[in-house]
């Protein structure tokens, strides 16, 4: 039996050091901390964490604490390498074992492994299952996995995949190890699913709030899917947003509709040549695009967490595809917002696929069944007008109370209901009637618009009283009301191929007077309206600031080639950008920087923050807490900055190398470079050519005269990222030596 670790004294203050050290948090939530728990008893569990929850926190801590290597499945190679950079950033040892290493970078992880370097080792569920890995494993002696996106084993969920159904031979194959289940998306009968297929025993199951209150979410009648598009984008312009379509083609259009508009867009679908759709993937990740236009293809590896909108220009399959693809949003917490352009239309095009695509598996008419029953509850989320917050928090059999969200369209009163829409609703029932309910929605509207179509003058449609009864609304918003009445049951649509409109009792009661109806659509004028409280998050904070952070992360980005989000999020940026810290001390205090960051970036944040600050007049070291943060110290702990700090001065004064002097103190190279530049600027005799190329001191410095300005990040842009923040420190710091300068 596992060693009960979760009762050993001083655990809280060791979760707390590690949390600070690797992620530069000050605690975990309660949820999290009872996966963690969990995890080190060696007890079965099922976490349900929604999209930006935290969830893997919940998997990643544990054997940090254990001192032990856990395996992660997971999906997706993107998903895990994202993750694996990130975890490395922050100095945390970890890996993943997949298809698109080298074989001498397979050889690297492999022998690291057997070393047992690592904490966390990333697998997917394919490579699991073969004879290499699960002997591997158990040489190892691993006795603990998580399963990522868990979801995929349950025939239920709404991305069932087969390979994760063979997950269940860990239990049979590691009898004595314990096992973990996370998911963002999990109704009741999908989680006992999970539970069952993957055999986990008295399992602690942890469930999530679902609701995320710092998304808006608004659900718009389609009329004009690109106009429609530019409005949302526009509303957060120079920021990053998904679009969402249905078919490849509409990606591409869209794509191009959205660049001919001045949007930094692109798209992406599985179509694409692997390589084009990973180029599109890393320029998202490394902020070089803005909007990406994809099929839900572009998913579940995607980590950038400050996605500030995410639109869907076609209606998505299920609500667990809609939880999760708008969950990508605002994973940083930020505000965000979520548009979703329906039409009725994409009920029937979404009935064909699953139609097609069931035909494929083992039991088509089940797989149909399921598949049809998911859609039906994303077009009722759709055509019930209330609370969003409230509907999709009950669909997971969770209870909202609130009487109003103030994040959503119906109770920031976006919605409004249409002029005299009964009467409406009995001119459309009445041309079809007239049309002897032969004909689609195209043709009815065409014939209600007055349009002179072939169609409607070969059948003599033109000579109806109900022809050019409606002129006056657009065509498009004509469609969207036809819908509507068909969500309603007050028509029905009938036919595969060619679908037709009939009447049926509610269109008889409607066209008696004998029932209302009500038909909806976004005001003309809709307002930037954000959740209430949501300007709290910029409040104090300097927005240029903010943005000249943000172009440090990209150039920090681009130079070391990982996604931005893994050097700094948001949310870090926003609280830096407010408190403007002016000393490394002080830059303990940010949220989101752990120990090996500051010790990475730290001196190159606190010199960028003090030149926009002394060049502006703005003041530093604003509101800081009064509460420290969990010290680090303990055993085996480096030496303090002071001690540190003193002998890096003396060996560069002995002509040690930024190597052996990163070496002997323990400290980042960036915080090494720091103190070199510190040492150079107070002996003017210091031969710099030691530490320095002559041929880049002359760049840098021509670059400062060039642009008048001694600031890094002008000079590393100027040059186009060919020199290092590294170099121009040095030689910004030996700026007019006369050896090097011609006197």
Request: aromatic share 6%; net charge neutral; with cysteine.
């Amino acid at each position: 039996m596992p060693t009960d670790q979760a009762e050993q004294p001083g655990l809280e203050g060791r979760i707390a050091q590690v949390l600070h050290q690797y992620w530069g948090f000050d605690s975990l939530r309660p949820l999290q901390g009872d996966a963690v728990r969990a995890a080190l008893s060696g007890r079965d569990s099922l976490v349900v964490v929604p999209t930006g929850g935290g969830k893997s926190l919940c998997y990643q801590v544990p054997p940090l604490i254990a001192g032990r290597t856990d395996v992660v499945v997971s999906p997706l190679i993107s998903l895990m390498k994202d993750q694996v950079d990130a975890l490395t950033a922050s100095g945390y040892p970890a890996a993943a074992l997949h298809s698109g290493l080298t074989p001498a970078e397979r050889r690297d992880i492999e022998e690291r492994l057997w070393r047992k370097e690592y904490r966390l080792l990333y697998v997917a569920p394919e490579r699991l299952s073969s004879a290499w890995f699960l002997n591997a494993v158990k040489k190892l002696d691993v006795n603990c996995f998580a399963i990522d996106e868990a979801h995929c084993i349950s025939h239920w969920g709404h991305d069932f995949r087969p390979e994760y159904r063979r997950l269940a031979m860990l239990r049979e194959q590691f009898p004595g190890a314990s096992m973990h289940a996370f998911t963002a998306t999990a109704t009741p009968r999908v989680r006992d699913d999970i539970i069952q297929q993957l055999g986990l025993r008295d399992p602690a199951v942890l469930v999530g709030v679902f609701d995320r209150p710092n998304l808006i979410y608004r659900i718009v009648p389609q009329s004009d899917v690109q106009a429609q598009c530019v409005e949302a984008l526009k509303r957060h312009d120079g920021e990053a947003a998904i679009v969402y379509c249905l078919s490849r083609r509409d990606t591409e259009s869209l794509a191009a509709h959205l660049r001919d508009k001045g949007f930094r867009a692109a798209h992406y679908h599985a179509g694409m040549e692997p390589n084009d759709r990973r180029k599109t993937q890393d320029r998202f990740s490394s902020e070089d695009l803005d909007v990406v236009v994809a099929t839900v293809a572009f998913g579940m590896g995607i980590d950038r967490s400050n996605v500030r909108c995410v639109v869907h220009a076609s209606l998505p399959k299920s609500v667990e595809h809609y939880q999760q693809e708008t969950g990508r949003a605002g994973r940083d917490g930020l505000e965000a917002e979520c548009v979703l352009l329906y039409t009725g239309a994409d009920v029937m095009r979404w009935e064909g696929l699953i139609a097609r695509s069931a035909e494929e598996a083992e039991d088509p008419a089940e797989q149909v069944r399921v598949q049809a029953d998911l859609l039906k509850q994303m077009q009722k989320l759709c055509s019930i007008v209330e609370c969003r917050h409230k509907r999709l928090t009950e669909y997971f059999g969770q209870a909202y109370d609130k009487p109003n969200c103030g994040a959503c369209d119906v109770c920031l009163g976006d919605v409004e209901g249409v002029e005299d829409a009964s009467v409406l609703a009995q001119k459309i029932l009445s041309c079809i009637a007239r049309t002897d309910q032969r004909f689609g929605v195209g043709h009815i509207v065409d014939v209600l618009a007055g349009a002179k179509t072939e169609n409607i003058q070969r059948y003599g449609h033109d000579k109806l009283s109900t022809y050019g009864l409606i002129p006056d609304i657009p065509r498009k918003q004509l469609t969207s009301l036809v819908y509507q009445l068909v969500d309603q049951d007050v028509l029905s649509r009938v036919g595969d191929e060619y679908p037709i409109l009939k009447l049926n009792e509610e269109s008889i009661k409607v066209m008696r007077g004998q029932r209302q109806v009500r038909l909806i659509q976004t005001k003309r004028k809709l307002l930037a309206k954000m959740r209430r409280g949501a300007e709290d998050s910029w409040e104090g904070v300097d927005k240029g600031l903010f943005e000249e952070m943000r172009k440090l992360r990209h150039g920090l980005a681009v130079e070391r080639g990982v996604p931005a989000y893994t050097v700094m999020h948001d949310r870090t940026l926003r609280e830096l950008a407010r408190i403007r810290p002016g000393s490394i001390e002080n830059i303990e205090h940010i949220y989101g920087l752990g120990s090996r960051k500051i010790a990475d970036i730290g001196p190159l944040l606190v010199d960028t923050i003090r030149d926009f600050c002394v060049e502006g007049g703005a003041a530093m070291d604003v509101g800081l807490r009064s509460s420290k943060r969990p010290s680090n110290a303990g055993p085996g702990a480096p030496v303090s900055r002071s001690q540190s700090h003193t002998a890096a001065l003396k060996m560069f004064a002995e002509g040690g190398s930024i190597e052996e002097v990163m070496r002997a103190t323990g400290r980042a190279r960036s915080t090494t470079v720091s103190y070199l530049a510190e040492y150079l600027r107070s002996d003017p005799d210091a031969d710099v050519e030691k530490w320095i190329a002559p041929e880049i001191f002359h760049r840098v410095n021509r670059a400062a005269d060039t642009l008048g300005d001694d600031r890094l990040k002008p000079i590393f842009d100027h040059l186009a990222g060919a020199v290092t923040y590294d170099d121009i420190k040095i030689a910004l710091a030996r700026r007019y030596d006369p050896g090097l300068n011609g006197g």
